[in-house]
């Protein structure tokens, strides 16, 4: 059976030389990969080509079956991916509630009701009770910690099958990454959402991840299932620093 998401000889970059080489990689639907590598070896740049933000230079990238070359970015979520960037996006003028709104916008044209959306709401609040309780705060009010879980939980409004996460433990206390990290774990063992969890912190995403791919250069150092990488120490000082 062929994977969710299915991505196969991926060359990709900002301008004439490739950050991408080459890149081969799967998720199956309800696990969770952790992409994992030094800094500047290319993981938000494969992030971003995947959620369609930059095009690819050659390769293939194939989700539930559709090739994604040339889908535009709302095609792609409408099909149920879902992308939270580095550095989070949470608009900071808004409150958590209207953010949260922002998340679902695109079905409004499919005439999705107000109690639908009240209800995808109230889910999201639910898995987040942080921010439930911060409903009329606005995003700048939030703690660092509070504005991953808004970020997060507004890509789930969207009821994506696949979330594309970049950092959501960066500049966090490790109880909060932990937080996250398990909030992550109960979601794919819920819902069968699958994640490709983009991670400086090796250890934590290890913890809850299915598999890891280890990128080095732009290039596919190894991939492997997360407890095998865990344990492999030449592995993990070759290129995880630990
Ligand atoms: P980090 O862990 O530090 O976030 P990363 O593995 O996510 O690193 P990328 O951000 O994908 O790495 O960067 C990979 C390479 O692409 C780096 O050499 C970087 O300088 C280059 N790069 C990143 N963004 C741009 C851009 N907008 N324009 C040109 N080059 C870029």
Do not use: C
Not at 108 to 137: Q, V
Not at 144 to 158: C, D, F, T, W
Not at 196 to 202: A, R, Y
């Amino acid at each position: 059976m062929s994977a969710l998401l299915q991505v196969e000889g991926l060359t990709a970059g900002y301008g004439a030389a490739p950050v991408l080489h080459d890149v081969d990689l799967a998720v199956g639907a309800g696990r969770i990969v952790a992409v994992l590598g030094a800094n500047g070896a290319g993981k938000t740049t494969l992030l971003r080509t995947l959620s369609g933000l930059l095009p690819p230079a050659a390769g293939r990238i194939v989700f539930d079956g559709l090739d994604l070359r040339g889908v535009k970015v709302e095609r792609m979520v409408r099909h149920g991916i879902a992308h939270v960037p580095e550095g989070r996006g949470v608009v900071t003028e808004l409150t958590v509630d209207e953010n949260l709104r922002l998340g679902g916008l695109w079905k409004r044209r499919e005439r999705r009701r107000r109690r639908e959306e009240k209800t995808a709401l109230d889910e999201i609040y639910e898995l987040f009770p942080a921010i439930a309780d911060r409903k009329n705060h606005l995003g700048h009010q939030l703690s660092g910690g509070e504005r991953q879980m808004l970020a997060i939980g507004r890509a789930l409004v969207a009821q994506p099958r696949l979330l594309l996460l970049d950092e959501p433990s960066l500049g966090l206390a490790p109880r909060i990454t932990a937080q996250i990290m398990g909030l992550l774990r109960d979601l794919r063992d819920r819902t069968g959402l699958a994640v490709l969890l983009v991670e400086q912190n090796v250890r934590s995403a290890l913890s809850i991840a299915d598999e890891g791919v280890v990128l080095n250069l732009g290039r596919v150092a190894a991939r492997q299932d997360a407890a095998t990488l865990a344990d492999d120490a030449d592995l993990r000082h070759a290129y995880l620093g630990f």
